[in-house]
Nanobody, 126 residues
Framework: QVQLVESGGGLVQAGVSLRLSCAASGLAFSSATMAWFRRGPGKEREFVAVITRGGTTTNADSVQGRCAISRDNAKMTLYLQLNSLKPEDTAVYYC????????????????????WGQGTQVTVSS
């Protein structure tokens, strides 16, 4: 059974850093493109960051310079480091996987990903 489980969310103050984790199981992790999306209150789910099989990354403009996505294939875990958090970063953060992807293709649309976690809540207070 393929499963993605996010962790690391919580209630934090603006300006601090947070690292989210996504543990994968039942998935050929090293062959998957992995990404983070988020859904803020009353908003559509939006792309945050993606990392390809080859390790190349892309971030959304809204988090550019404050965000780093990484992966540990041996641990089958995806990470998202968020720095200088702002109240507008408040959202449920979702981990997503696209198994058996091309090595360096950067998928950024929800429809490109077939496996999703349940999400972890991040709330940033001002």
């Amino acid at each position: 059974q393929v499963q993605l489980v996010e962790s690391g969310g919580g209630l934090v103050q603006a300006g601090v850093s947070l690292r989210l984790s996504c543990a994968a199981s039942g998935l050929a992790f090293s062959s998957a493109t992995m990404a983070w999306f988020r859904r803020g209150p009353g908003k559509e789910r939006e792309f945050v960051a993606v990392i390809t099989r080859g390790g190349t990354t892309t971030n959304a403009d809204s988090v550019q310079g404050r965000c780093a996505i990484s992966r540990d294939n041996a641990k089958m875990t995806l990470y998202l480091q968020l720095n200088s958090l702002k109240p507008e970063d408040t959202a449920v953060y979702y981990c997503a996987a696209r198994p058996y992807s091309y090595m360096y293709t950067k998928y950024t649309n929800e429809a490109d990903f077939g496996v999703w976690g349940q999400g972890t809540q991040v709330t940033v207070s001002s």
